[in-house]
């Protein structure tokens, strides 16, 4: 069982709906990280935190996407308006630090189908 | 570029022979390595991770991997493969920008015949 719960396991929006899922990071992790898996098993860097504090994005999650982390709250990962291209496995990952020799641990995933 | 290549992406195996996954890597400095196996319908696991030091890293269940400079390779290896052996296999490397967000193979399944 892993030690990053994320919620809920399949999600199914419409087009132009918004997606939500959460993700709890494993307890002493400060560093939590969203990736994208598609169909084609290609991954994609979302967005990552420490803390509260972004640390890093890309443009796609700038314009489509909101993340948070808040304070004693999950983590959260949100698409505005969803698009079929959305499809994919969400998965979020923590890590105890920063450092370059640092470890992750990842959570089961999100699978959202958009329609 | 940072970038890692999996070459192949399907490899059938038997069940108790042995196993070798490729993974090529490109990265500028010195490159923290990771492998990864994925379950139907799970999340990622760790099997084994290369950080600078000895060059051949032991995993769980038996597996290990080699990381070559020269050849900027990081394979893995299984000596007699199980039938719960049957996933897909991914090779990662830690980024070296803000937050250390890791790059990924797109995976190499195996399956495994009786």
């Known amino acids: 069982n892993s030690k990053v719960i994320q919620t809920p396991r399949y999600l199914v929006k419409g087009q132009g709906q918004k997606a939500k899922m959460r993700c709890i990071p494993e307890?002493?992790?400060?560093?939590v990280f969203w990736y994208q898996q598609n169909k084609n098993n290609e991954f994609k860097f979302l967005i990552n935190f420490q803390n509260q504090e972004v640390l890093q994005q890309i443009d796609m999650t700038e314009k489509r996407f909101s993340a948070e982390c808040p304070s004693n709250s999950p983590c959260s990962l949100e698409i505005q308006s969803s698009e079929a291209g959305d499809s994919a496995l969400y998965l979020c990952a923590s890590s105890p630090h920063r450092g370059a020799n640092s470890d992750y641990t990842f959570g089961s995933g999100t699978r959202l189908l958009v329609i | 570029a940072q970038s890692v290549t999996q070459p192949d992406a399907r490899v059938t195996v038997s069940e108790g022979a042995s196993l070798q996954l490729r993974c090529k890597y490109s990265y500028f400095g010195t490159p923290y390595l990771f492998w990864y196996v994925q379950y139907p319908r799970q999340g990622l696991q760790l099997l084994l991770k290369y950080y600078p030091g000895d060059p051949v890293v032991q995993g769980v269940n038996g597996f290990e991997a080699e990381f070559s400079k020269s050849n900027s390779s990081f394979h893995l290896r299984k000596a007699s493969v199980h039938w719960s052996d049957w996933a897909v296999y991914f090779c990662a490397v830690s980024t070296y920008q803000g937050g250390r967000a890791l790059i990924f193979g797109t995976g190499t399944t195996v399956s495994v015949s009786p």
């Open positions: 307890k002493g992790h400060p560093v």
